[in-house]
């Protein structure tokens, strides 16, 4: 019995072309019959077998061994073929006769011009340990095979076994064909590009969506970290005097804020300190509900607060002063000079516009000798101011009356007083309490100097006049004197100043000192902007003739 040893006998070796197989050769069925065996090779100077020999067939008898015939070529080596040697084994047991080819066999035996026939078995090829590079190296002898007997196989059920693989010398080391199909469990490979992109594509997706949250965040909180705004550190407090805040400080704590009450009405406005007795300028207006019974408070920039007394007042200059006791440490505001101030000039007005008092605001001169006339509530004409104002656009409204105008050395220059409301038509402030147009005027501090000094030192101021009575409806250019008094009386006051200048009824004044005048209003203005005593030159118009008249302002008592 075959042990599967090798027996000594010689190997007989199987070639292939040198070209590569398109397809694994298929393992031929086993037969009974011995393989038909080739001629010993020929000597190297031997002619070339195919021209000189011719195949010898040998049938070995019934009773005679199988052979295995075995041989791998390698790649590139020479083809020769071998004579069969007989080999002494152990009888086998008869097996019966089998059918004979019906062809003459090919006497090169290789594919693919003649491979094992179905009446040869295809010998089992054993896998060398490592398979020599394509015409490298000769073929080397493979350990022959015992003996066997020739048993019909039947088609495999399922993968061949693992010793059995197919060795083919032209393809890559190491990596051996397995017979048989895939092997069930086995997963197909995936490609790594493909896997490549779609990991860029899911880490592409969760960025989106991570930046976008972020940014969200980012948008509603204004960011992921406590914010923190830079700031300019401490600096010097102080400011140019010349400048509006240096001018504010050195003003404010001159100027108070008035809360007037009495006759059924009520209202605020502002004054400065006068001196460090205790007397305050204001306007007429503010402080007239208090003039027979009333109470008059005075709030200073500090906050302290004192009870005030009416002093003494004025409607024809719309000017009153007022004066508190008990109060020390007064500041009275520096008193410039009108008569110097310039268009353009700067200037700062300081009162308490509808109560909010310390209110400072800027502007400049606009125009000068503006002459308004404010008041006339009353209806017949007592409480009508004429003023020959400083126009400025620095905000004024409703509760800056009484308040200073002041330049930029802090000193003061006007008395706010009054401005232009839209819509009103009047340049009073005690009708509409409408808010500022950038017109306002201010009493001249020249003026209202001589009637404060008045109106301390006698409770009352004077008037300048030139002893006329004024047609207040002509509608001419300039004033005309009219032809009789208020009273039916003489429209020029004998004696007076306009008399003894040789003025008389129905003459039109075009001019005083030279400045033109279109109204009768205007003609009261120019001569209350001058003090009594005063001497004036007047242009009129008689019979079509234009003269010049000389006069000194008289006085009159005002109330």
């Known amino acids: 019995m075959n042990d599967g040893k090798p027996t000594g006998q010689k190997p007989k070796w199987w070639s292939r072309p040198t070209s590569t197989p398109s397809a694994p050769i298929p393992e031929p069925p086993a037969v009974d019959e011995g393989d038909f065996t080739l001629a010993a090779p020929a000597a190297p100077d031997a002619p070339d077998v195919r021209e000189a020999r011719t195949p010898e067939v040998v049938v070995p008898p019934a009773d005679a061994p199988v052979e295995a015939v075995a041989g791998e070529a390698v790649a590139g080596a020479a083809v020769a073929p071998v004579e069969a040697v007989p080999v002494e084994a152990p009888a086998p047991a008869p097996v019966p006769a089998q059918p004979q080819p019906l062809h003459e066999p090919d006497e090169y035996r290789t594919p693919p011009y003649g491979g094992p026939g179905p009446w040869a078995p295809a010998p089992p090829v054993q896998r060398p340990v490592a398979a020599p590079a394509h015409g490298s190296v000769p073929p080397q002898p493979v350990p022959p095979q015992a003996p066997q007997q020739a048993v019909p196989q039947a088609a495999p059920a399922g993968p061949a076994p693992a010793q059995w693989v197919q060795y083919d010398p032209w393809g890559a080391p190491g990596a051996p064909l397995i017979l048989g199909a895939e092997p069930s469990g086995a997963k197909p490979r995936r490609s790594r590009r493909g896997l490549a992109l779609a ?54 704590p001159s100027v108070v804020t008035l809360h007037v009450s009495g006759g059924g009405a009520s209202g605020t406005g502002t004054g400065f300190v006068l001196d460090t007795q205790g007397h305050i300028l204001t306007n007429n207006h503010v402080v007239d509900a208090a003039a027979s019974s009333g109470d008059i408070s005075v709030t200073f920039s500090s906050g302290e607060t004192a009870s005030a007394k009416l002093v003494g007042k004025d409607s024809g200059y719309d000017l009153a002063v007022v004066r508190v006791t008990g109060v020390s440490n007064l500041k009275p505001l520096p008193l410039g000079n009108s008569d110097n101030v310039r268009v353009g000039d700067p200037v700062v007005a300081i009162g308490a516009p509808f109560d909010l008092q310390n209110t400072v605001t800027s502007g400049i001169i606009s125009a000068k000798e503006r002459p308004i006339t404010a008041g006339g509530e009353k209806g017949d004409g007592s409480d009508v101011s004429y003023v020959d104002a400083l126009q400025t656009d620095a905000p004024i409204n409703p509760g800056n009356s009484g308040g200073p105008l002041v330049d930029s050395k802090a000193r003061v220059i006007g008395i706010n007083s009054a401005i232009r409301a839209a819509g009103d038509g009047s340049g009073g402030e005690g009708g509409a309490q409408s808010g500022s147009i950038g017109l306002g005027f201010a009493i001249p501090i020249n003026q ?22 004024l047609d207040m409806q002509f509608n001419g250019d300039g004033a005309r004197v009219g032809e009789k008094g208020k009273d039916g009386s003489a429209s020029v006051t004998p004696g007076g100043p306009a008399a003894k200048a040789g003025i008389r009824p129905g003459d039109v004044i075009t001019k005083v000192d030279g400045q033109r005048v279109h109204s009768g209003e205007e003609l009261i203005v120019k001569i209350r902007a001058h003090r009594p005593g005063d001497r004036l030159e007047l242009t009129l118009v008689r019979g079509g003739k234009e003269q010049t008249k000389t006069l000194t302002l008289g006085s009159s008592q005002g109330d």
């Open 448 to 469: 209202g100097k001589r009637v404060a000094e008045e109106l301390i030192n006698t409770g009352k101021a004077t008037h300048p006049v030139i002893g006329v009575s």
């Open 199 to 252: 990991g860029a594509l899911v880490f592409a997706l969760v960025t989106g969506v991570l930046g976008g949250a972020v940014g969200a965040y980012v948008e509603r909180n204004g960011g992921i970290t406590t914010v923190e705004l830079p700031q300019a550190g401490p600096e010097d407090a102080g400011r140019a005097p010349d400048s509006v805040a240096g001018i504010a400080a050195s003003a404010l």
